[in-house]
């Protein structure tokens, strides 16, 4: 029963990374699934290029700095 006390540190980490890739990921699909529509169906490719490249760069650098 001791080493459930010595493992709770790690596991509460283990939580805490797949959490913030999950958080990742999700919001990552929302940014991709926004510029498509934006694109195919709003026809402006340009914004809908920028809007997916801006946002993937920015989502990139704010889980690195945050994380």
């Known amino acids: 029963m001791a080493d459930a006390q010595d493992d709770y540190p790690a596991h509460l980490e283990t939580y805490t990374s797949?959490?913030?890739?999950?958080?990742?990921?999700?919001?990552?699909?929302?940014?991709?699934?926004?510029?498509?529509?934006?694109?195919?169906?709003?026809?402006?490719?340009?914004?809908?290029?920028?809007?997916?490249?801006g946002g993937s760069v920015a989502l990139l650098?704010?889980?690195a700095v945050l994380g």
């Open 61 to 63: 650098v704010a889980f």
């Open 18 to 53: 797949f959490n913030k890739v999950v958080t990742f990921t999700l919001l990552w699909i929302v940014l991709i699934l926004a510029s498509m529509a934006l694109g195919l169906v709003g026809h402006m490719s340009i914004l809908a290029l920028f809007l997916g490249i």
